[in-house]
């Protein structure tokens, strides 16, 4: 969930673009040390599919359609280093030119939806990689901390009835983030069958 | 899907497009941050007035910039349902009082009015220039950079294959979209893939050889 | 002086299919060779490996220098290629910023840069372009882009890969116009044989890797059972219609 300015009060955004910032120096510095210049456009362009799969809503047949993130596919394509990199470009974007999500709650996306996902999303991933069901549970998961840490941080701005609130939230992000980690799945499988000397390729 | 988002006014002539991008950008992230902390911290009524002054602000620098104002108020429209969400539920669970309600939602206006004022007046190259000149990371930059100049040839290819798509798939219902549309994203990213390869053989045939640090 | 001499030229995909296989010819300086074949003979992998982008077998000389990786970069100041999708070459936020870049690393410092972009913008006719966004172009636009950035580099060698495709007849006859008036070696790849003969006094037929025939443009273009053999066609003009217009 991209969390609109005017929502959270000064301490919590001053923590959380901390946190962010921080990951995201320690990302710039390891990602300039590894990366090979054929990467660069890679990186780049798949800055732009993640920003498109973050502006469209996927539909999911039932009526509706849920917002993605891309966290956890990207980190499983470049790494969760610069799949970090790319989705905090993205959600910078996203903010300053569509305003989804503000400007100064950047800092706390990028820690809901970029370090969540892609450190611990991608984290549990790894503990089992390659298989169905490690994709889904990283999904769901991610899911449910990152509806956490919103929760916990429009509270302590005195924006949320945390008693009331916080189990709808758990409840939907729970099945987004699950939802997100079975497309990452038909998505990867995909990918296996049609070039998969992408996977390879991969870190 | 509304493709005119930023570039349809920055382009224009004004006062305000003429500032410089080192302005606008300092300017806005001030008046973010009067808007969302300083004044918060004000004492109703005078909170009202603070708003009411910045509201006069944004009036007259929108007047001056001849970005519509019907653009501007549309956009800021389309993004607000969120935030009105979050203060309904807000309201209804007893947290918020009536003021409060009807504050956070200006705010929540307001906020966006504001950045939309900044990207309507100063083209996204400009804000690119400005972040490198300001020592942003030059990876950063390139990755952004490289970023929005593809997002349009995606959004092109996603909506070629949407219409591939229903004329062969009208009528998969229900879960079975779920798998169409991902090989759909899947085929959009085997051809981001094969692209970023072409676009280093360009960057090489004109020089690059890695060494932007 | 040859500038360009090919020798037992091969190269084989990464699943093992061949791709180009002994190939040899040389081209002088200033010439103007077009590459003609059909799919897959190898076209593209050809101007490939002459600017160094894929690593073959063989021997390739610039100038009397030997290509290799180590020396690719270098050479390839001396080369420009244009695309046959202007959307891979053209990955700046602005037009200038597209037709200028990397032309620092040819020793021009930001001001001259700048002005060699805007010369070769207003040769294509593109004045003024320089602050557009090539996504807001239209193709034929696009197109005229990639020829500028090719123009400003002020290249010895410039390479096209299907230049005409999907322009239509106006745009075409802006590049015949233009390629009329490029300096330096010229190599173009294409289909349009009108073109080539309109362009190129020599050709190079290449087919599944291997080359058919070097030589006069008319003379391998009008010989009917040639083309025929190799999947092309005899182009209208060298033909003698019997209900002519």
Redesign the interface.
């Known amino acids: 969930m991209?969390i609109?300015?005017?929502?959270l009060?000064?301490p919590v955004?001053l923590a959380t673009v901390g946190v962010s910032g921080l990951t995201l120096v320690y990302s710039?510095k390891k990602?300039?040390q590894s990366?090979?210049?054929?990467q660069?456009?890679?990186?780049?362009?798949?800055?732009?599919?993640v920003?498109?799969?973050q502006l469209?809503s996927?539909?999911?047949?039932?009526g509706t359609s849920i917002h993605l993130t891309g966290a956890l596919l990207i980190s499983i394509l470049v790494g969760p280093l610069a799949g970090f990199?790319?989705m905090t470009?993205?959600l910078?974007?996203l903010?300053?030119?569509?305003?989804?999500g503000?400007?100064?709650s950047l800092g706390a996306n990028i820690l809901n939806m970029g370090v969540v996902g892609c450190f611990l999303g991608y984290g549990i991933y790894q503990l089992i990689p390659g298989r169905r069901a490690s994709l889904i549970i990283a999904g769901l998961l991610s899911g449910l901390v990152s509806a956490s840490f919103c929760a916990l941080e429009?509270a302590l701005s005195?924006?949320?009835?945390l008693s009331?609130?916080f189990t709808t939230m758990l409840l939907i992000y729970g099945i987004t983030g699950t939802?997100e980690g079975?497309?990452s799945m038909?998505?990867l499988e995909?990918?296996k069958k049609?070039?998969p000397e992408?996977l390879e390729s991969t870190a | 899907m509304n493709r005119a988002?930023?570039?349809r006014y920055s382009?224009l002539d004004s006062p305000i497009h003429r500032r410089s991008p080192s302005l606008k950008i300092r300017g806005v992230?001030l008046a973010?941050?009067t808007?969302?902390?300083v004044i918060p911290l004000m004492n109703p009524p005078h909170i009202w007035t603070g708003l009411l002054i910045y509201v006069i602000i944004m009036v007259a620098i929108t007047h001056s910039s001849r970005v519509p104002f019907s653009f501007l108020l549309s956009?800021?429209a389309l993004?607000l349902p969120?935030?009105v969400l979050?203060v309904i539920?807000?309201y209804v669970?007893?947290?918020f009082s009536f003021a409060q309600m009807v504050e956070?939602t200006i705010?929540?206006l307001l906020?966006?009015f504001t950045?939309?004022l900044l990207?309507s007046t100063t083209?996204?190259?400009e804000?690119?220039k400005q972040l490198s000149r300001w020592k942003t990371?030059k990876?950063?930059i390139?990755?952004?950079?490289?970023?929005?100049?593809?997002?349009?040839?995606?959004?092109g290819e996603?909506e070629a294959l949407e219409r591939a798509v229903h004329m062969r798939h009208s009528s998969v219902?229900?879960?079975?979209?779920?798998?169409v549309?991902?090989?759909m994203?899947?085929?959009?990213?085997?051809r981001?893939?094969e692209?970023?390869?072409?676009?280093?053989?360009?960057?090489?045939?004109?020089?690059?050889?890695?060494d932007?640090? | 002086m040859s500038q360009i001499s090919v020798r037992r030229l091969s190269y084989t995909y990464s699943d093992g299919v061949p791709a180009l296989n002994d190939l040899e010819f040389q081209l002088e300086k200033g010439s103007r060779t077009a590459l003609v074949g059909p799919n897959g003979a190898g076209k593209t992998s050809l101007l490939?490996a002459i600017?160094g982008?894929i690593h073959t077998q063989g021997e390739i000389l610039i100038n009397d220098t030997p290509l290799s990786a180590k020396n690719a970069?270098s050479l390839?100041?001396q080369?420009?290629?244009v695309?046959q999708?202007p959307?891979?070459?053209?990955?700046?936020?602005?037009v200038i910023?597209d037709v200028c870049?990397?032309l620092?690393?040819?020793g021009l410092d930001e001001k001259m840069a700048l002005e060699r972009g805007q010369a070769a913008l207003s040769q294509v006719s593109l004045d003024g372009y320089e602050?557009r966004?090539?996504?807001?172009l239209s193709y034929g636009e696009r197109r005229k882009v990639c020829i500028a950035?090719a123009l400003a580099?002020r290249s010895d060698i410039t390479l096209f890969d299907e230049p005409t495709r999907e322009l239509d007849p106006y745009g075409r006859r802006n590049f015949i116009k233009l390629f009329d008036k490029m300096a330096g070696t010229l190599i173009l790849a294409t289909h349009d044989l009108e073109l080539v003969l309109e362009t190129c006094k020599q050709m190079i037929l290449l087919d599944e890797g291997q080359i058919i025939k070097i030589g006069k443009t008319a003379e391998i273009l009008g010989d009917l059972q040639l083309m025929e053999s190799h999947k092309l066609e005899v182009p209208h003009s060298l033909t003698r219609h019997p209900h002519s217009h």
Do not use: C
Not at chain 1, 35 to 38: D, K, L, N, Q
């Open positions: 991209h609109p300015d005017g929502f009060n000064t955004t710039l990602v300039n990366i090979r210049p054929e660069i456009p890679l990186l780049g362009l798949l800055a732009s599919f920003f498109m799969i469209f996927f539909p999911i047949g039932i990199l790319i470009i993205s910078f974007a903010a300053l030119l569509f305003q989804h503000g400007m100064l429009l005195g924006m949320l009835e009331s609130a939802i079975v497309v038909f998505i995909f990918l049609i070039k992408l | 988002f930023i570039d382009k992230f973010l941050i808007l969302l902390f956009r800021s993004v969120f935030s979050i539920v807000n669970s007893g947290n956070t705010k929540s906020s966006i950045l939309l990207t083209p996204f190259h804000i690119l990371p990876l950063f390139i990755i952004l950079s490289f970023m929005y100049r593809y997002f349009f040839l995606l959004i996603i219902s229900g879960w079975k979209r779920i798998g549309y991902a090989n994203i899947g085929m959009l990213l085997v981001s893939y692209r970023a390869e072409h676009v280093y053989q360009a960057m090489q045939m004109r020089g690059f050889t890695g932007f640090r | 490939l600017t982008l970069d390839r100041e080369m420009s290629f695309f999708n959307d891979e070459m053209l990955f700046m936020p602005t910023e870049f990397g620092d690393t040819l602050q966004s090539a996504h807001h950035t580099r």
